[in-house]
């Protein structure tokens, strides 16, 4: 017994009725259906939720390529603002560089004033480890009539002395190096002293100073200059403060602290004296 065939249609066909019914709703769309309220039903049923759920989806995409376009917005104006915020920043950090530069020329400038030596001015390129300008190295040297022995100074007053000289670099030693001794004297009184290095004091702000006479009539906030006696040194030069004064154990001396008046942990420029004390 033969099996009966299945009902086939061509795909043609199916797309041809499937395209008249469009066509056919379309039309209702437009014509009057209260004639037809069950087809008007069937439109409200199938028609108007499709519309409405293609409005979301449309809505939906929309506000999606907005926001995303917000977001690229947003994205360019920060990465302006922060290439803008580096510029900035970096154009702080050189004017405070250049200011801090400017200060220190005004007081070199000034300390020339003040001493009326020869000098030449130099410019600090190298120093030992640690945060104190102990011993450093200026671009000055044999060939711009720099020599060992001569004194060096900065800010309101002595730096230190030269200690040795290559054609066009100089090594200067500080006052507040632990080998470093000064023969001072203080202004008020003319009492002789010894203004010794200590870097482990510079942390306080001071270095010592020894040997005064017992009899000295020393208080705190006394001048202390280079001496008149000194072997290198020339005088008057203006070291520091006294800051505290006691009677030694010996009962003979005095000693205490003074006070710098250059600041050793920021040295750019300084002046050096080019004549040397006579022996």
Known sequence: MKRKNKFSMPVKYLLLILSSICIFL???????????????????????????G???????????????????????????????????MEENS????????????????????????????????????????QIFQIDKGSADGIKVDMNVISGNGLVGIVTSVSEHSAVVRSIIDDSSNVSAEFSLTSDICNVAGDLSLMNEGKIRVEDISKD?????????????????????????????????????????????????????????ITELKQK
Not at 60 to 75: G, I, P, R, T, Y
Not at 116 to 131: L, Q, R
Not at 222 to 243: A, C, M, R
């Open 26 to 52: 379309c039309i209702l769309s437009f014509t009057d259906l209260s004639a037809a309220p069950y087809l008007k039903n069937i439109t409200g049923y199938v028609l108007v939720p499709s519309q409405q």
């Open 54 to 88: 293609l409005n979301h989806i449309g809505q939906w995409f929309s506000e999606k390529a907005d926001n995303l376009e917000q977001l690229k917005e947003v994205m360019a104006e920060n990465e302006a603002l922060r290439k803008q915020n580096n510029a900035l």
């Open 94 to 133: 050189r004017l405070a560089l250049e200011r801090t530069e400017l200060e220190e020329l005004r007081q070199i400038y000034k300390l020339d004033e003040t001493y009326d030596y020869p000098k030449i001015m130099a410019k600090v390129i190298g120093k030992d480890p640690g945060n104190w300008f």
């Open 216 to 272: 000295a009539g020393v208080e705190p906030g006394n001048t202390v200059v280079t001496s008149h006696i000194s072997t290198k040194f020339l005088p008057g030069i203006l070291i520091g403060y006294v800051s505290d004064i006691s009677i030694d154990a010996n009962n003979l001396t005095k000693s205490g602290y003074v006070t710098p008046v250059v600041d050793f942990e920021h040295l750019t420029y300084v002046l050096v």
